[in-house]
């Protein structure tokens, strides 16, 4: 595991609707041990280039590689996979199951073993394990047992996570995973973030900049689909086309 | 075959397809707009038929009015179902999953044939079309076609173009489209969003209610007749693709040409015809013919 | 399954293996007949509770395994049942295949759409065309035997038959929910995005679920032909996936124990609107008190039978918690 590994790689990714380009031409890659940042307005495209990366979207042009493979024709499964976990802005997780459930069958992705109909899925051991893991790890083992419905919203935004680690992946996807939390669940999930950027290469869609500015080591600025800036955080601040057109036209 | 004889089967192909399409507009303006799935939808057009056979004498004795005369009180009465059963099941409907609103309109099919049953029997009947439609009509020296089926055709096509017109160019139908996508914003803006789905859906019916009535001339007027239309609807959604009236439209026509040239050039399978192409189309697009656009 | 709930099966099982002591041998054709109707009922569980796809073509699993035991059974003398019921279930896993290939592309409604579209065409197969005999149906000539330990011409054996096949079938379900695969077909009811994220590939899950819920309604035709003699187009009428739709959402959807109580139920209510001794001439008309039935229960029990319980509990001791139960399934 050696740090400043590039493991995902985006090579002149587009996406284009009709006549409508939502994602020109953006290139980024994720190293081992540093958080990317991609941050701008609404409609700027970000979440069509995390679609993209995921593979819940084909791109019209570009590539995606993935641990030095080409993935661009994988679809979403087969990279989560391959080591690419993904988080979402809503909520995706199974309000019906407990919290520790949630995890396992994340887990048994990674040991799907379908055809043994006759044993219990409690008793699959690598299962159990890696969901007692992160349900630690996120900080969720007292409420294990409780539906996941019942969670507040930061701790359904931590079982997000959770469940994202659950797969073991080696690259994040996450996507805006501070929506909707007030400050002390902030503090505890960039607290999460921070000790999970160390072994993970990780890209973080996000509108909090005081929570962006802190933890990124690497921010791409995206404006109307294409990139505008990208460079370390003090780049990024400095920037004036950034200035002009995103942190605000004084 | 003969040329005239093809061309008298495309030309009732044209008929029944123009005929399916329209039942199944009033099937996606419902569930399009309202996310309804209402099953009861071939019901409506099974009553329309009978409307037409039980209200003929009736409008005639009283005004001595004749087919449309019939087909407007019809119209009428549809509305007005339409109204009360939005207002008194339907809108219920509209917070439930998919499953509960095929069961409980799959319930409400079973009620209409019973009341059906009950008021008209369950007997097949004619029903003659109007005089000034009833004869044929020469199309070149070999061959006459009926005068009515043109009629039908016809009417379809002008009811499609006039449904496409309000949707797309009327403030009602902007509202009314802007319905289906942002419910609250909609509400939030005054229209009354009740009020909307209630005209809607009165149009629904009163389309599928229409449709039954101009058809029973050419199909004959028999209790099953709901329950054939709606599954054949639904094949022309699957068909035509997710949203799509260009695919309807296409779609319908298709099964028209398939249905009718089927029947006559294979008459023992001319049932599982129409399954068949839509195996084969699902097979070459798994959409449908085209994607919502 | 909690306790009670196993306490519940094992009861019903029980009274099941009892009946034939006390009961008429009219009331043992007609359990079996419901029996197979649990197994029916069972298959649609594992589509519809279970994964979460709404099918409404069910009836023609049934149609295909019922008609395969007639028309693949000698003319001259009975077939054998170790052969002719496992291939009976196979054309039925077939049709599934087939139906589930194209119809596990499209979503929601259009799911429901395709499914019975699909039954529709299975119907006119064995309508129209003289594969199937039309509409007056094919007989069974001779009844399938298992050397000379079974003869299912007699009610009896018949009944002691389809019991069997309904224990098995319950338990081996119940086992199949809670192993890998079955869990996997409850994410992909509740999320299946979220399944897809994480890994799953969900066709291949929802594949196979439809091949083996057909397989099991093929096996319940199968019991259909053998103990009526008799199969006929009706056996595949969109009616008939109509029922057992509404069986199991009036027993409880997510629960085994909701079919088997949903198809009990509805026959119950069939006997009831179909009776003469309390309808009298009104008898006749009987689709109209159970079609009324079915909106009622659908519009005040969404959660079906299996929730009563629960829900008078709930009244009883005033209790409000804003879940289906606090501490969710694991």
Known sequence: MTSGEVLLRAHGLSRRWGGLLAVDQVSLELQRGSVHAVIGTNGAGKSTLINMLSGELAPTGGRVELLGQ????????????????????????????????????????????????????????????????????????????????????????????????????????????????????????????????????????????????????????????????????????????????????? | MDVATFLIQCLNALQYGLLLFLVASGLTLIFGIMGVINLAHGSFYMIGAYMAFALAPIVGATFGGGFFATLLLGLVLAVLLGY??????????????????????????????????????????????????????????????????????????LLAL?????????????????????????????????????????AGVAIAVFAGMIAAPVSSVYPGMGNSVLIICFVVVVIGGIGSVRGALLAALLIGVVDTFGKVLLPQASGVLVYVLMALILLWKPDGLFKAG | MKRSEVLFVVLAFAALALFPLVAEPYGIDRVTKIMVFCIFALSLELLVGSTGLVCFGQAAFLGVGAYAAVLLSPQ??????????????????????????????????????????????????VHDTPLGGGTDGIYLNNKPV??????????????????????????????????????????????????????????????????????IAG?????????????????????????????????????????????????????????????????????????????????????????????????LLGWRSNAPGGKGRS
């Open chain 1, 70 to 250: 080409d993935v661009t024709s994988w679809s979403q499964p087969r990279r989560a996979r391959a080591g690419l976990g993904r988080s979402y802005q809503r909520n995706t997780i199974y309000p019906s199951f407990t919290v520790f459930e949630n995890c396992r069958l994340a887990a048994q992705a990674r040991t799907p073993r379908p055809w043994a109909w006759w044993q219990d899925a409690r008793k699959c051991p690598t299962s159990m394990a890696t969901a007692q893991t992160s349900v630690e790890r996120a900080g969720l083992n007292d409420l294990r047992e409780l539906a996941a419905g019942l969670l507040s919203h930061g701790q359904k935004r931590q079982l997000e996570i959770a469940m994202c680690l659950a797969t073991e992946p080696d690259v994040l996807l996450l996507d805006e995973p501070l929506a909707g939390m007030g400050a002390e669940e902030t503090e505890r999930m960039l607290t999460l973030l921070a000790e999970l950027k160390a072994s993970h290469a990780t890209l973080l869609v996000e509108h909090d900049m005081d929570a962006v500015f802190r933890i990124a080591d690497c921010i791409t600025v995206m404006v109307n689909g294409s990139v505008i800036a990208s460079g370390t955080p003090d780049f990024v601040r400095n920037s004036p086309q950034v200035r002009v057109a995103y942190l605000g036209e004084h």
């Open chain 2, 84 to 157: 009360l059963l939005e207002w008194a099941f339907f809108s219920f409907l509209y917070e439930r999953e998919h499953l509960q609103q095929v069961l409980m309109t799959y319930g409400l099919i079973l009620v209409f044939e019973e009341c059906r049953s009950l008021l008209l029997g369950d007997t097949v009947h004619g029903v003659s079309p109007p005089d000034m439609l009833a004869g044929t009509i020469a199309l070149g020296e070999m061959m006459t076609y009926p005068v009515y089926r043109l009629f039908i055709s016809g009417v379809c096509l």
């Open chain 2, 162 to 202: 006039g449904m496409y017109l309000v949707l797309s160019r009327t403030r009602i139908g902007m509202m009314i489209r802007a319905g289906s996508t942002n419910r609250e914003m909609v509400q939030s803006l005054g229209i009354d969003i009740k009020f909307l789905y209630r005209i809607v859906f009165a």
């Open chain 3, 76 to 125: 001259d003398g009975p077939a054998a049942l170790w052969w002719l019921l496992p291939v009976s279930m196979l054309a039925a896993a077939a049709y599934a295949l087939f139906m589930g290939a194209l119809s596990l592309r499209t979503r929601g409604v259009y799911f429901i759409m395709v499914t019975l579209a699909f039954s529709q065409m299975a119907f006119y197969v």
């Open chain 3, 146 to 215: 298992l050397g000379t330990l079974l003869d299912l011409d007699r009610p009896l054996p018949m009944y002691g038959f389809t019991l069997a096949c309904l224990l098995i079938v319950f338990v081996l379900l119940a086992l199949i929910l809670r192993s890998r695969f079955g869990r996997a077909l409850a994410g992909i009811r509740v999320n299946e995005q979220r399944m897809r994220a994480t890994g799953f590939s969900t066709y291949p899950y929802k594949l196979a679920a439809f091949v083996l819920s057909g397989a």
């Open chain 3, 219 to 315: 096996l319940a035709g199968f019991l259909f032909a053998v103990k009526d003699g008799f199969v006929n187009p009706e056996l595949m009428s969109w009616h008939l996936s109509g029922e057992v739709l509404i069986m199991i959402i009036l027993g409880g959807l997510g629960h085994l124990r909701g079919a088997l109580l949903g198809a009990f139920v509805f026959a119950m209510l069939q006997e009831f609107f179909k009776s003469e001794a309390i309808f009298g001439d009104f008898a006749k008309h009987w689709h109209l008190g159970l079609g009324a039935s079915i909106i009622l229960s659908v519009a005040l029990l969404p959660r079906g039978l299996v929730d009563v319980p629960h829900q008078v509990v709930q009244r």
